[in-house]
């Protein structure tokens, strides 16, 4: 009877106890800049969760991860998170935690399995890969580049190691090959922003005439065909790493163009804004998402109501020129087009 009696003490304090702490937690989110007061004390991880999905279960913003994301040194490779791993929240000294605690029933599959890294709160990969394959040249430069003019042989598609013709004087030994795309325009001014380019391969300088160049093919990711232009090789620099974080000025703008050749973006797909460097837009810049206002009338049809700009997403800047940028959508309630707004966040 003692033991039973002695038992159930046991467990009413254990009861309490948690009783207790959970009230701590819900207390500190309360007075937290950073977390949501929905959020919840643990988590755990799903296979296709992204590293902002799991800090969307905690944060009110997702990209401020890093400041309170604590590593456990007893786990191996702890920047690295697995399905099945368990996120949980704690405060330490008033200020929150979020820990790491490894699922050891997937070992030793674990390693197998797909993963995010916690130092990367915006997919390096996907925008390593966009930054390969298109590059961004101004008008002027496009207009006044040569084109191939026809293969050596006069076929119509030209691969590796194929050579072919273009009316021009060649100062260089070594060349990019690209496709035209379409031009960016200003949604407002109409003005022409620039254009964009689909990067083929490489071609070498074999012999100059008087007037026509021939080259040859050294690389190709695409077949060459007529009309392709040839420019000086730019070097891509790939990301390391991107820190996001609020404008250091009030930015406000336009999506340009949906990059992945479709009409509407959502999350993880590319846009080009009409804001660069002259805008001061930088690498890491953090934009909210409209859908721009509607006019509607009201169910009388005589009174027209013009409603407010909606927020449908977020995105993340990581390439800049001087009057455009790319910025990859981390966030998007609803499809993502031409047109939309751009805005710093407010808080």
Known sequence: MKAHRSLFIY???????????????????LESDL???????????????????????????????????HENSQIENPHLIYPGDLITLNFVGGA?????TRNLNLSP?????????????????????????????????????PSILSGADDQILIGLDDEFYTLAT??????????????????????VLGVRLTHLGEARLVRQ???????????????????????????????EKISPRAPAQSIEGHVLAI???????GQMDIIAINKGKQSG??????????????AVQDDQGSLTIQLLDRRIGLAVVFSIYKKIAYAIVMKAVSPVQAGDILKSPED
């Open 170 to 191: 060649m100062q260089d030994t070594e060349y990019g090959v690209f496709r035209q795309e379409d031009d960016y325009l200003d949604p407002i001014t109409s003005d």
């Open 96 to 100: 929150p935690r979020l820990t790491l």
């Open 109 to 145: 599959e674990i390693k197998y399995l797909p993963h995010v890294s916690a130092d990367e709160v915006v997919p390096l990969a996907v925008i390593n890969r966009f930054l390969t394959y298109a590059q961004f040249r101004s008008f002027a430069e496009v207009n006044n580049a």
């Open 281 to 294: 837009v930088q690498v890491g810049d953090i934009l909210n998402i409209f859908s721009q206002s509607k």
């Open 11 to 29: 467990f009413l304090f254990l009861s309490s106890l948690a009783t207790a702490v959970g009230q701590d937690v819900t207390a500190a989110k």
């Open 35 to 69: 977390i949501k007061e929905t959020a919840r004390q643990q988590y755990t991880v799903v296979k296709g969760d992204t590293l902002w999905d799991i800090s969307g279960q905690f944060l009110k913003h997702p990209w401020k991860w890093p400041e309170i994301w």
């Open 209 to 239: 005439d008087e007037g026509v160049a021939t080259l040859k093919a050294i690389s190709a990711k695409q077949a060459f065909r007529r009309g392709d232009k040839i420019l000086g090789t730019q070097q891509t620099i790939l990301l």
């Open 259 to 265: 990059e992945n050749m479709t009409l509407f973006a």
